[in-house]
């Protein structure tokens, strides 16, 4: 587990260097195939013309799977309103604490459900059902890279005895601090948490506009 006197504020970025030089120091690297995309259609070919496109691949999506990762919407149930799990982590590549959606990479031979529910206990404690179908693939930058996710929602049942005092089990290198907010305040919480000088994480932020879109248009 982490050290428990750490907290997201406490990380800060030192120093940064080109991917292509950590890349040989570091063969383990997470997005070690950068470069530059060539592309075009039967008409830019035949006219001679190129275009360019500077992207990253992630090397750690398990063999025979169609997703790097996934993303847990987790809600608790209370008798005051259902509530989101969420957590502030520090990002390196925007030097920033970010609001979150619990969420990982899938393991070899597992089901983004399985990751899940695996993912929230390891990065939360909370112990969750996974309680609709897997969605749809989604892309978290594809102008930039190929990652991709499934979202996955998840119930946790606030009588269990394993959820009234959830413990993560926080990798050495996580610095997580985890929150719930109740749902229906998440689009004016984001607002706020912008101007405390947190980044908001895109799902968590999409998510935050579909409820007010829902909202404003009675749907």
């Known amino acids: 587990m982490s050290n428990p006197a750490l907290h997201p504020s406490d990380a800060v970025v030192t120093s940064t260097r080109p991917l292509a030089r950590a890349v040989r120091k570091n063969r383990t690297a997470t997005f070690p195939l950068c470069g530059l995309l060539i592309y075009g259609n039967s008409t830019t070919y035949t006219l ?35 509530e989101i799990v969420l957590q502030k982590q520090f990002r390196p590549p925007i030097n920033k604490v970010v609001i979150e959606i ?12 399985e990751s899940a529910v695996r993912e929230l206990k390891e990065e939360t404690g909370y112990v969750g059902t996974v309680t609709e179908d897997v969605g749809v693939v989604m892309f978290n930058d594809p102008g930039f890279c190929n990652t991709n996710l499934n979202l996955v929602h998840v119930t946790v049942d606030m009588s269990l005895p394993a959820n009234q005092a959830p413990q993560p089990q926080l990798e050495e290198n996580e610095f997580i601090e985890v929150f719930t907010t109740p749902l229906r305040e998440l689009y004016d919480e984001c607002k706020r948490w912008e101007r405390e000088g947190y980044a908001i994480d895109a799902r968590v932020g999409t998510l935050a506009e579909g409820i007010e879109v829902a909202r404003r248009w009675k749907l």
Do not use: H, Y
């Open 48 to 82: 001679g013309k190129e275009r360019t496109w500077e992207s990253a691949e992630r090397s750690t999506r398990p063999a025979n799977s169609e997703i790097d990762g996934v993303g847990i919407i987790a809600i608790l149930s209370k008798s005051s309103g259902p």
């Open 102 to 113: 619990p969420a990982g990479l899938v393991d070899a031979g597992e089901s983004a459900a």
